[in-house]
């Protein structure tokens, strides 16, 4: 059975930091197959992509809004992915969702979500 387990979630003040991570567990050597990726969904927003790390070992991707602030990485030997979130500003307030991703065969797995509140 596949599992997504995110942590790190937690209460901020603006210009802060905060990493979050996704545990990855049920498929073992295919993770790195994956497309690895964050999303969030605001208060009354819906889901958006935040950042993406292809399997196909290319560039990050990020939205505009986090651009320079945020940044993807994984661990290919523990099965984890990380979103360093730096500078947090009120408009990152949010669920944080890991999903990850096989587009080859139509395969997708979200997480149950880790709550980011930036509030003074």
């Known amino acids: 059975q596949v599992q997504l387990v995110e942590s790190g979630g937690a209460s901020v003040r603006p210009g802060g930091t905060l990493r979050l991570s996704c545990a990855v567990s049920?498929?073992?050597?295919?993770?790195?197959?994956?497309?690895m990726s964050w999303y969030r969904q605001g208060p009354g927003k819906e889901r958006e992509l935040v950042a993406l790390?292809?399997?196909?070992?290319?560039?990050?991707e990020y939205a505009d809004s986090v651009k320079d602030r945020f940044s993807i990485s994984n661990d290919l030997v523990h099965f984890t992915v990380y979103l360093q979130m730096n500078n947090l500003k009120p408009e990152d307030t949010a669920v944080y969702f890991c999903?990850?991703?096989?587009?080859?065969?139509?395969?997708?797995?979200w997480g149950q979500g880790t709550q980011v509140t930036v509030s003074s």
């Open positions: 999903r990850i991703e096989r587009r080859d065969i139509s395969l997708g797995y």
């Open positions: 790390i292809s399997s196909d070992g290319g560039s990050p």
């Open positions: 049920g498929i073992g050597f295919t993770f790195r197959l994956y497309d």
